[in-house]
């Protein structure tokens, strides 16, 4: 019973877990503007994660070691410091995102600034990263963020024409006020939403936190597995409220507000309390996400001690680097910058860093030294493979097309 209780809790938390501002904006976005023209790339994307958040999970489960230990060994320091480098920033500027989206969310709830709330969210965060222990800080963010559940309630409540909706999934194409290019952008924006890098660091990292041996390998397939992709149909239904109610409004979201909106139109103020919970759950959790993915970067590829499993003053530089990085997020938002639009860059950059976090995944889930008779199957290495031409071509139009889209303007 107590095994299954693991399971449960692991495919909950990945479903409360997967949503953050990324997610959030992006969908509601691209709802507001392209219907649900645009949800086989959410599809795509969740599809994605799973095939390398399992060989992440694997190989940490198998090898006893997370993934930046096993690059700086396999791949040497050379190469290994372009994957870091870009990694890490990718995940400094996720890290100031997300935290920027506390802010809105207790702006919210508050009719208080944001700016005002940014220290306090960074702060909340660092305590909590200092003080609570790892499987709570996982599982109770991850299990209050499932109230973003809500807007699932919404899309039924809001009554809307189901055959038009599936033929806009199932029959994706252009808008007629839309131009070919700014579609594409968009679709590599929510692609990079969907499997931001700072996912993998984190599930290998927190596997080795949990202590998981060969013996969890089903446990980690099962929250893969069954917790993304359900917690990638609520990013279709964050879409969908968008499509129903802003889209024919003309309303493009431009604000943490105009997201939550549908569900305040569907299901009035508790409806709006409840969502508000959701958003504030899933921001903070992807805050301490992020930041600790960012003293596990540097601390494991430098050979530093880290992780949470031990005291801070064993892990004294990981935890520095925590800190550092909370306080370059504040810096950063408290200069005026809109958190939103940190947001829409951050997917973005996210694909264009796509091949420096999947292929070296790729690269080690195949090595026996590491994995012994674990290593991928012909399965796993064609996906492995087919996504890594995805990830690439979406890496490599990334800019361009933020360039001639004037960002998707």
């Known amino acids: 019973m107590k095994r299954?209780?693991?399971?449960?809790?692991g495919i909950l938390t990945a479903i409360g877990g997967f949503l953050d501002i990324g997610d959030l904006v992006t969908n509601a976005l691209v709802g507001s503007r392209f219907g649900l023209s645009l949800v086989w790339v959410v599809v795509i994307g969740v599809a994605g994660i799973c095939v390398f958040a399992e060989m992440s999970g694997r190989v940490a489960a198998v090898s006893g070691r997370a993934t930046f230990e096993i690059i700086r060994e396999r791949l040497g320091p050379r190469l290994a410091v372009a994957n870091l480098g870009g990694s890490f920033l990718i995940n400094l500027l996720t890290l100031t995102a997300e935290v920027g989206g506390v802010a809105l969310a207790?702006?919210?709830a508050s009719d208080v600034h944001p700016r005002l709330w940014i220290p306090v969210a960074a702060l909340a965060v660092w305590l909590v990263v200092w003080r609570v222990r790892f499987g709570t800080l996982e599982n109770v963010t991850g299990l209050v963020g499932l109230t973003l559940i809500v807007f699932a309630v919404a899309l039924f409540l809001l009554g809307p024409d189901w055959s038009q909706l599936a033929q806009d999934a199932l029959r994706?194409?252009?808008?007629?006020?839309?131009?070919?290019?700014?579609?594409?952008?968009?679709?590599?924006?929510?692609f990079g939403a969907a499997m931001t890098?700072?996912?993998?660091?984190?599930?290998?990292s927190g596997a080795v936190e949990e202590g998981w041996s060969v013996r969890d390998l089903g446990q980690e397939r099962l929250n893969v597995l069954v917790g993304f992709p359900l917690g990638g149909l609520l990013?279709?239904?964050?879409?969908?409220?968008?499509?129903?109610?802003?889209?024919?409004?003309?309303?493009?979201?431009t604000t943490l507000a105009q997201v939550v909106t549908p569900v305040a139109v569907a299901a009035g103020k508790l409806g709006l309390a409840v969502v508000i919970v959701g958003v504030v759950a899933a921001t903070f959790g992807a805050a301490l996400?992020?930041?600790?993915?960012?003293?596990?970067?540097?601390?494991q590829f430098f050979g530093w001690s880290w992780g949470k499993f031990r005291r801070p003053a064993q892990a004294a530089r990981f935890h520095l680097v925590v800190i550092i990085s909370l306080v370059i997020a504040v810096g950063v938002l408290m200069t005026g910058v809109d958190p939103v639009k940190v947001t829409e860059y951050s997917v973005v950059f996210s694909a264009v860093a796509l091949?420096?976090?999947y292929l070296p995944i790729l690269v080690i889930a195949n090595d026996p030294q590491y994995m012994g008779e674990h290593v991928n199957g012909k399965a796993q290495n064609a996906a492995g493979l087919v996504y890594l031409v995805i990830i690439l071509v979406a890496s490599l139009a990334a800019i361009p097309l933020m360039l001639l889209t004037g960002a998707g303007a």
Do not use: D, H, M, R
């Open 355 to 357: 091949p420096l976090t």
């Open 106 to 108: 207790l702006q919210l």
């Open 197 to 204: 890098p700072y996912e993998v660091f984190f599930f290998s």
């Open 4 to 9: 299954l209780f693991a399971v449960a809790l």
């Open 235 to 253: 990013s279709i239904a964050i879409a969908g409220c968008a499509t129903v109610v802003l889209l024919p409004a003309g309303i493009e979201v």
């Open 289 to 299: 996400e992020t930041s600790l993915s960012s003293g596990y970067t540097l601390a």
């Open 172 to 190: 994706p194409s252009v808008p007629a006020n839309e131009q070919p290019l700014t579609y594409w952008y968009y679709a590599i924006a929510l």
